[in-house]
């Protein structure tokens, strides 16, 4: 997934208990009986369990979280470049979004695209940017998230922003392409929140 230029488990051991030694003939082989027949119980449940592990894996990324790649460098410093992280894609389907909140859309001018950014302003905000510093309706915002060295001294005329329309903008301002270059986001293209990332290792953790 490019930002800007679009954005086992182990199964469970069965114990058998040993046969007991001193037992007569014919208890013995009934012991025996029921030693033999433990192995494929035993592979019977490590494939129900194997089974099971995939098909709830299956449901959760196919229906509630997506791994993907970050390409790119406009959300630095949270997002680097090749980090792998999971989106929440049910998220929006039964919440709201917010400010702050990092968002995975299609690109709103080439849908086969995706790009990933923050959401700066809401619909019916008013949002203008002077000199690199965000206002929405009236008031600074804070932004602790976008560090000294990557800001920039862009300005933006005031808009309000339509019904249904999202301000996104990249953490890393100098290079980011986002709403100020490409406009708002329409709320039905906006499909996934960024939640977690787990690789590389130095870089796990939520998104924030």
């Known amino acids: 997934m490019n930002e800007d230029e679009k954005t086992g488990e182990q199964p469970s051991a069965a114990v058998v208990a040993g046969a007991d030694n001193g ?6 082989s009934c012991q025996a009986a029921n030693v033999d027949s433990r192995p494929a119980g035993s592979m019977h449940s ?3 369990d194997l089974v099971v592990s995939v098909a709830i894996s299956t449901f959760i990324i196919v229906f509630l979280y997506q791994p993907v790649r970050v390409e790119g460098t406009s959300m630095l410093p949270v997002l680097e ?3 792998r992280l999971f ?4 998220a929006y389907r039964v919440g709201e979004i917010h400010p702050g909140d990092v968002v ?3 690109y709103p001018r080439d849908h086969t695209k995706s790009y990933i950014k923050r959401v700066i302003a809401l619909p019916g905000d008013r949002l203008r940017i002077d000199r690199g510093e965000v206002y929405v309706n009236g008031a600074r915002l804070a932004e602790p998230y976008v ?3 990557f800001t920039d001294d862009r300005t933006q005329p005031e808009m309000v922003l339509p019904p249904h329309d999202y301000f996104v903008m990249g953490d890393h301002r100098s290079i980011s392409s986002d709403s100020r270059d ?3 986001v329409d709320r039905s293209l906006i499909y996934g929140k960024a939640v977690f990332v787990y690789w590389p290792m130095e870089q796990v953790g939520v998104v924030r």
């Open 104 to 106: 995975v859309f299609q």
């Open 23 to 28: 037992a007569s003939g014919s208890e013995g």
């Open 147 to 149: 560090p000294g060295r």
């Open 182 to 184: 490409f406009g708002p």
């Open 81 to 83: 470049d090749q980090d």
């Open 46 to 48: 490590w494939l129900r």
């Open 87 to 90: 989106i929440n894609k049910i």
